[in-house]
Each structure stands twice: as C-alpha cells, then as structure tokens.
C-alpha cells in the first residue's frame, strides 16, 4: 500500500494563488522552525522538514508549479517525475551525460537575496529634471561577531555528514542519476552546530543601509527604478544579493499639471489686458518667459511655449508648455470705474462684439425656423 502524498500547499500553509514572496516566507519559517540542527533526534522534525523543502522545490519553480498545479503528484506532465520528484527533463539529460562522457554537471544557479522595494516621494521639479537621493533602508548585514558563518567564536561550520560538502544529494535509479539540494543544509554544504550568540547562526544581522539613488529626468508617479545588488544579502557567502526597486512618488504643483511630457498652466488676466494686449511674465519650470498676449484675446485661449515642458524620460528632447488664459471679471468697481465701463458698453457696437452677433443670429434664425 502506497501512502498518498499531503498536498505541497497545505504542506507550506499557503493557498493555491499564493505569490512567490508568500511560498518563500513561508518556506523559510517552516525550514528553520524543523531544521535537523535545532530538533537534533527528532526524527517527526526531519520529517516534516524534508517535506517542506520537496514543496518547496516544486512550487518555488514556476514550470513544476504549473505540472503539479494541472497533473499533482501523479498526473503524468513529466514522464521522469518519479526519478528525480520534479526535476526537469534536461537536468536529467545533464547528469546522464556529463557521467556518460566525463563532463561537467550543468551548475546549478548561485543562492540569492530577496529583492526590496522602496516609496521615494519627489517635487514636480526633482521629477522633471532628475536628482541625486539617498535613501535610508532596513537591509540585514553581516554579522561582524561571526564574520558571517553563523558559527560561534573560536569555531566554524562543520561539513554536512549528509551530502559530504557538496550541497546536494544524489539519487541513482537504474540509468538515471539525479542531483537534488541537500535537505539538511540547504545546498550550502555546512552546518552550524554552536552558533553565534549575536545572530543566531543566520550570518546576518538587521542593519540599516544608505543607499544612493540616482533619478533620471522625466520619472513619474509609478515609475520604477531598479538597482541591481542593492536588495537583502544572499542567505549563502557564495550566493548574490538580490536587488531594489524604487517606486517614485511625484507630489503635486501649486501651479502646473502634467500630462506626460506637457505642463499645462493657466494665467488669469485681467478684462484691460485681453481687451488691449500686454505682454505678461509667464512662469516655467526654467524661470519667468515674456509671452505676448494680442489684443482682443478671449478667455479660455492657450498658447504654447516650445521645449518648456517635461523632458523625455528615455530622450528625445522635452514637451511643451501650455498657457490657457482666463479672463477675470472685477468684484468690486469704484465710481469712476463703473462709469467708464458703463460708457464703454454704450458705446459698444456689435463690431466690436462678434461672438455676441452670431450668437443672437443663430438664436434669431432658429426662432424663426420654428415659426416656419
């Protein structure tokens, strides 16, 4: 009678839509609550320890996650699943022939560190023209008492008994020989038997980390910078750190809107200053620009400032700048201001207000067209 094995998910504690980051953590709780080394005797313990790494090696690996998630255990995705419990075709085929014809074992991808994420909130202007941040980040660190072996003092890892120091184990099946992570050392080939005091064998200890951040110009809201090697330390000495990404945060502006690479600003103007023209300092992420306005400008009209917007966030050259005018109307009129425009407005044809005229002429032939 065989036993049936528990399903990988519920083995690690997780749903079925869990994300990488999910299996990982809870992996990684699981392997160092039942590791050989802290439950020494403890046969349940090693147990359940290697059936959490079987699981995790299978949904750690996007290609196996997806057999076991469509066939289980036994579905028959991969005619070669009972030799090596997952292991791909071409690993198989690696070590088939590398002991057939004496050559090297394809090898197997270096331990890394988990990848960090980080908010950085920016001006409009930091955004538009790129700077220099340095940003602060809990990162762990080598433990300095230990020098990063996790070992105590005056000691040092020993070799794993289980795979002799090469980090995985070998299981041979009549033709097949199939190399898989050692289950008692996690692939290291070392084991900590009197750990250090300060970081519990781990090598590492919690730290902060300045780091330096160099912003191109023309990031926006949800732009992601990535910067290799500078993420947690890789859990081995011979593994590689994983990275950073830095989600940017552009906080608002007083006075421009930005639609990707254009700044959109509007000037109110006076009721004089569009009637009769002016010539106006009109502010741009470079400093005040002299823009004409004609005379008879109505409100609501935009003009544009060349190469005075947004630069490009992977080149070709900056955006524009678009003025929208608005026309103030005055609250509170002194006598003398009343009068004149009083005046004004007697004086006023419909000449010199054409907008006014077609109006009421469209207004007068629809009118009429109803009494038709």
Not at 308 to 328: C, F, M, S, T
Request: charged residues 25%.
């Amino acid at each position: 009678m065989t036993l049936e094995k528990r399903d990988y998910y519920e083995v690690l504690g997780v749903e079925r839509g869990s994300s990488e980051q999910e299996i990982k953590s809870a992996y990684r709780r699981l392997a160092h609550q039942y590791h050989p080394d802290k439950n020494q005797g403890d046969k349940a313990a090693e147990e359940r320890f290697k059936e959490c790494s079987e699981a995790y090696a299978v949904l750690s690996d996007p290609e196996k996650r997806a057999r076991y998630d469509q066939f289980g255990h036994r579905g028959g995705a991969n005619p070669f699943e009972g030799f090596a419990g997952g292991a791909s075709i071409n690993d198989i085929f690696g070590d088939i022939f590398s002991e057939m014809f004496g050559g090297q074992r394809r090898p197997r991808g270096r331990p890394r560190g988990s990848d960090l994420r980080y908010h950085l909130e920016l001006s409009f202007e930091e955004a538009a023209f790129g700077t220099v941040a340095r940003i602060e980040i809990p990162r762990p660190k080598r433990c300095e008492t230990c020098a990063g072996s996790g070992a105590k003092p005056g000691t040092s890892p020993r070799t794993c008994q289980t795979c002799g120091g090469a980090g995985e184990v070998r299981l041979t099946q009549g033709f097949f020989s199939i190399a898989r992570t050692c289950p008692r050392c996690g692939g290291q080939g070392k084991v900590v038997a009197d750990k250090c005091a300060d970081c519990g064998g781990a090598g590492m200890i919690q730290g902060q980390a300045t780091v330096e951040v160099k912003v191109p110009p023309g990031v926006d809201t949800n732009t992601r910078l990535k910067l290799s090697g500078e993420g947690e330390p890789a859990p081995s000495p011979v593994g590689v750190p994983g990275d950073l990404y830095v989600v940017v945060q552009v906080r608002e502006h007083p006075i421009f809107r930005r639609e990707d690479t254009e700044v959109v600003y509007e000037m109110p103007i006076s009721f004089a200053q569009a009637a009769l023209g002016a010539s106006l300092d009109v502010p741009t992420l470079d400093g005040p620009v002299k823009m004409k306005i004609p005379a008879g400008t109505q409100s609501g009209k935009v003009f544009r400032l060349r190469g005075k917007g947004i630069p490009a966030l992977h080149g070709g050259g900056r955006g524009d700048q678009h003025v929208r005018v608005v026309v103030e109307t005055p609250h509170h009129l002194t006598k003398e201001q009343r009068e004149l425009l009083e005046r004004f407005a007697a004086l006023s044809g419909e000449d010199t207000q054409p907008q006014t005229r077609s109006f009421w002429e469209k207004v007068g032939d629809l009118l009429g067209a109803k009494k038709r």
